[in-house]
């Protein structure tokens, strides 16, 4: 397949983990499954932005295509949990503190409210990179979302 020859080259001697759309079908997992060294696979269930095509149809395939290859599948990136009873994480992406969107359709949601929302693992981009100072902010994120764990659970 065109996946093995072309996707995880020089990733796969630093990356923990695969993502990857299920749009071209199962065959994706195949592929990468056959040139992962040692990566675990995260399928894209749903995604954060305002119109996005991962209807809940989509997400369906994407869990079922997940019990097929749980030894490789360890989880979705989605907007909330979308199969907590099979042992798979559950990583949101979106999450930002001091904004609730952009101008192009992205969605953020607070650290609290993924962790509501089935989060084993808040996926922050831009609420980090693009501030003042990226290590105190990554570290204010990370007492946000421990903070949220740790009320969900007692």
């Known amino acids: 397949a065109v996946v093995s020859t ?38 894209i269930a749903q995604m954060s932005a305002a119109g996005n095509l991962c ?43 001091s904004s609730s969107g952009d101008t192009l359709g992205q969605q953020w949601v607070s650290p609290a409210e993924a962790i509501q929302r089935g989060a084993d693992i808040i996926i922050v981009g831009r609420g980090i990179y693009k501030a003042d100072d990226p290590a105190e902010t990554a570290k204010l994120y990370k007492e946000q979302g421990f903070r949220a764990y740790l009320d969900s659970i007692l």
């Open 55 to 97: 209807t809940p149809e989509y997400t369906q395939t994407a869990v079922s295509m997940a019990k097929d290859n749980n030894e490789f599948v360890c989880g979705f990136i989605c907007t909330k949990s979308v199969a907590e009873e099979l042992g798979f994480l559950n990583f949101v992406p979106g999450v930002n503190i």
């Open 6 to 43: 072309q996707s995880t080259g020089k990733i796969s001697s630093w990356a923990d983990f695969i993502n990857a759309h299920i749009v071209v079908g199962p065959g994706i997992i195949k592929g990468l499954e056959s040139v992962a060294q040692g990566q675990a696979l995260i399928l």
